[in-house]
């Protein structure tokens, strides 16, 4: 199971990036086509981060996870740094657990 | 931009041992897949109990951007078909963006390319050898927050990639659209389907160049 998706994602990475250096591309994509490729990944990633923020678990976020997500994109927007965005976010995420719990 | 991968490397290596990946399981993604954020993306699928054509079908649709960045690259590439195929395996978005300004600049030489690239690609593996082994060590993921450091960690991907409104549009469009999903028991194709949907906003979206 495991080693099928790592093989079967190797091989579609593999493709995507090998395919334009083998095949020549006709020149200019629609423009509509290359906008969409373009917010593709940040969607996907986007998409991977919503539930864990606002659902984890299955349950409707106490708070303590999109509080932390608030904090992140504040961080990250203010210093540009990916390292200090996600400690603090681990950070604040540990804390409003805790106060949570008592 | 060789920091960073350290940066994001040893995270990854971290992370990916706290979902219970094996490590060979964990050197095999990043030596022969070597995409950053669809790693972390396949941890936490992996960690969701997701089957393996959705694992397989969302690193596609995070990768389809690289058809772009070889075209673009391609007509630099005046050699052999062998070596344009090994150049494939190495092409990362940071290796694009150096690569695509050299050449900018007037310069022919694929050897800049070739260092850059095989650089990034060796500084990943290390660090994420480096994070596997000390992994473990982090302690109990839940108490200290550390099962938020994936989650986190898309977060600040996404908004240092924010380079226009639309962009910022489309991240929360496809979060909400997903966890919209996830709590109607969608949950399985949750990610790829709001990924894949929430894009096609920029279709109606008027707004300027990046900046």
Known sequence: ?102 | MLITVLVVGIPFGIVARQAGLAPAEIVAMSVFIFAGASQFAMVQLFRDGAAWPVIVATVLLINLRHVLMAAALRPHFDVSVARRLAAAFVLTDEAFAMAIGWFRRGRTELAYYATFAVALYLLWNTATVIGMLAGPSIGEPRRFGVDFAITATFVAIVVLGVRRRSDAIVAVAAALLAAALAALGASVIAVVAAGALAPLLVLFIRDGRAA
């Open chain 1, 1 to 102: 199971m495991t080693w099928l998706a790592i093989a079967g994602s190797a091989v579609v990475t593999y493709v995507v990036r090998a395919f334009a250096f083998r095949v020549a591309l006709p020149s200019g994509l629609p423009r509509g086509v290359s906008r969409y490729l373009d917010a593709l990944p940040a969607a996907i990633i986007a998409a991977l981060a919503g539930p864990a923020i606002l659902v984890p678990g299955g349950a409707p976020t106490r708070g303590p996870e999109l509080a932390a997500a608030i904090v992140v994109v504040a961080v990250v927007a203010w210093r540009r740094n990916l390292l200090l965005g996600v400690l603090s976010g681990v950070a604040t995420v540990a804390v409003l657990r805790l106060v949570l719990a008592a």
